[in-house]
């Protein structure tokens, strides 16, 4: 299992760099994004890395040689989605010693740096993208799932503003401030436990999908 | 003995072609060539007797043990070798055996090393770099380098000179030295075999033709050279394929005594190449 993260990190160290520079693009560039810029950054990239990982993998077409292996077909699966945590915590390192360097170098930059709220509803949004990706992937494969990609993207950057709008719009009716109520009265070490949790819950379902979808396959 | 490999009955349903409950089995220290034209099921075979393909029936047995129930056990002990190049090809060949070398509890990194310098592979090169050749060296030091006891090989000759070809069969020889060792070899390029198999596993449209020792092939089949007069409907149905043109006949017979029982010295009798074999058997009769 090791081995197959390590090898996701090989094929694609080029990448993996040039996501730092991507996060140096971000920081300067998208100054509008204000507080939310650590966990779209970070969404951004850990997406980018599991997307161009399994991208190598169906290039070299290399479920054939990895099943010729003596690697269960669940390690497959497994190493895939334990490579999304290896790629956050490397993108919040990365985003950390960028955004302190940028500001010992005194540019005109506002920064907005590593936070745990951040954090959160970064995992959330990693969480449910990939758990949703993933079983199209290993149920279809790489091309076939491309087109899931584009739809992912609309989703998550216009379908969240549109949520966003909803509540705001609604923020009078008794639901939200039924809910809003209850998340005030929370500490955000509780708020921080509920997210954590749900996002097990949906990659854990999504797991599920994935090994059965990969189980079968013919290769 | 338990056989090293046993296939029994195995089918697998496609929605253009089938592998029709085929069956052969291979001993202990031998080369077995797997031999038929494109499309005729080798790989079909091949990859199920590695889980790649899911079989719809039938049972596969490899070193006595289920491919299923023992797929970790069984994989271990198994090397691989396919036409095409399966690796990682942005990776350089020491990267590539990092990521391989702790799957297989037997890997020996002293032989792998001894094989890329026998082979001339630089172990700092990606592997995208490589000849075709090179690739398949590279394949064939991985599967030596963990003390394979069956080494499974899908056309690992097909587009390979043949200087490269020569290499890979000299070093099968060398390997089933050991007696507990084989090799599955599959091929349409037959001249690979006449040089080294033991057994020849012959299969055509899904279905096995014949599963016989290489010698007792090529001594029972004989190749009938002679005039076209010779020929009538009833002494055609003695071909196994035949080949006639304005001149004479040519064809394939499966039983030599017999044939020269029939046509006594009427007839130029040869000894077949797999060839021969392979294409008479494929086409039948045909009118040049």
Redesign the interface.
Known sequence: MYNLILKDILIQKKIILLSFAYIVFFVIAMQGAGFVMYPTALTAITYMLVVTSCAYDDKNKADVMLNSLPIKRSSIVLAKYLSVIVYVVTGTVAYWVITTLLALTGLPVKIYPVSSEGFAGGLLAIGFINSIYFPFYFKFGYIKSRFLNLILFFVFFFGLTSVVKFIYVQKDTSWVKIAAKFINSQTDLQIFTYIIVLTLVIMAVSLALSLRAYQGKDF | MEPILEVTKLRKNFKDFSLKDISFTMEKGYIMGFIGPNGAGKSTTI?LI?????KDSGVIKVFGLDNLKH??AI??K?G?V?E?N??????TIR?MK???A???TNWDDSAFIKYLSNFNLPPQKKIKDLSKGMKMKFSLAVALSHHADLLIMDEPTAGLDPVVRNELLEILTYVIQDENKGVFFSTHITSDLDKIADFITFINDGQIILSIAKDQLLDQHALVKGSKDLLDNDIRKEFIGIKENQFGFEGLVADRLKAKALFGAHVLMEKPALEDIMLFYTRGWQHV
Do not use: R, S, T, V
């Open positions: 990859k590695l889980n790649l393909l899911k797929e970790m994989k271990n198994i691989f396919f095409e399966y690796f990682y090809e942005e990776l990267e990092k990521i391989i702790p799957l297989y």
